[in-house]
């Protein structure tokens, strides 16, 4: 079956700029997260759906990200006024119930800040 | 709070040799533990996790890892790598009460030689 997808795969933006970066799960999960991942350091946690609330938004950075998830499934992450030290890979990962289940993950979408 | 440290950033062994990379958390009661690899170009995959019971899992690839608690460590071991095995692995945490966390440890890269 399909897994996560993750469009675009990459993406180039001025700082400043507002960028959108989407997540469509493994259909049927109801637990959606998003991480961030820069280079040579783990994925970092960053919000993590339940259907269509954010359950936990704790690893949110600032003021200047947020996710929705409007119908529990696709889920699309926005940033405003983008800076270059948001220039990282984000990961989109999908589980079926909760976090106690496996986690599966999409390819990301490097986003790069100039 | 909750971490998560592999102590090893590289680690290169030869074709045929065992394998262990270390994993320590901290976290006040026993956390979910999972270990994760990640391929060049691939996304992360699960390799294996340990919520509760035998405190030695068995995971795919031929993959084990073993719980101590005393330790507070979950070692990711492998009796005879193979040249595919070569990718960056990471050691994972989830809390298992009170508010979501799920922390990923910075990763180990290994390098496998033939």
């Known amino acids: 079956g399909a897994g996560v997808s993750q469009t675009p795969s990459n993406k180039v933006t001025e700082k400043g700029k507002y960028v959108e970066l989407r997540c469509d799960p493994i259909?049927?999960?109801?637990?959606l997260y998003w991480y961030r991942q820069s280079l040579g350091q783990g994925p970092e946690f960053l919000i993590y759906?339940?259907?269509?609330?954010?359950?936990?938004d704790s690893g949110l950075p600032n003021d200047r990200f947020f996710a929705v998830r409007p119908e529990g499934s696709v889920s699309t992450l926005k940033i405003q006024r983008t800076e270059r030290g948001d220039s990282a890979v984000y990961l989109c990962?999908?589980?079926?119930?909760?976090?106690?289940?496996?986690?599966?993950f999409g390819p990301g979408t490097r986003l790069t800040v100039t | 709070a909750q971490s998560v440290t592999q102590p090893d950033i590289h680690i290169t062994v030869s074709e045929g040799a065992s394998l262990e990379l270390r994993c320590n958390y901290s976290?006040?009661?026993?956390?979910?533990l999972f270990w994760y690899v990640q391929s060049p170009g691939q996304g992360l995959q699960l390799l294996l996790k340990?919520?509760?019971?035998?405190?030695l899992v068995q995971g795919i690839k031929g993959f084990e890892a073993e719980f101590k608690r005393s330790q507070s460590s979950f070692n990711l071991r492998k009796p005879s790598v193979h040249w595919s095995d070569a990718a960056e692995y990471f050691c994972?945490?989830?809390?298992?009460?009170?508010?979501?966390?799920?922390?990923f440890g910075t990763g180990t890269r290994l390098k496998v030689l033939a």
């Open positions: 976290y006040g009661a026993t956390p979910y």
């Open positions: 990962a999908s589980s079926l119930t909760g976090p106690s289940d496996e986690q599966y």
């Open positions: 994972a945490v989830a809390t298992t009460s009170g508010t979501y966390k799920y922390i």
């Open positions: 759906f339940q259907g269509t609330g954010a359950a936990d």
């Open positions: 340990y919520f509760s019971g035998d405190t």
């Open positions: 259909s049927g999960h109801t637990a």
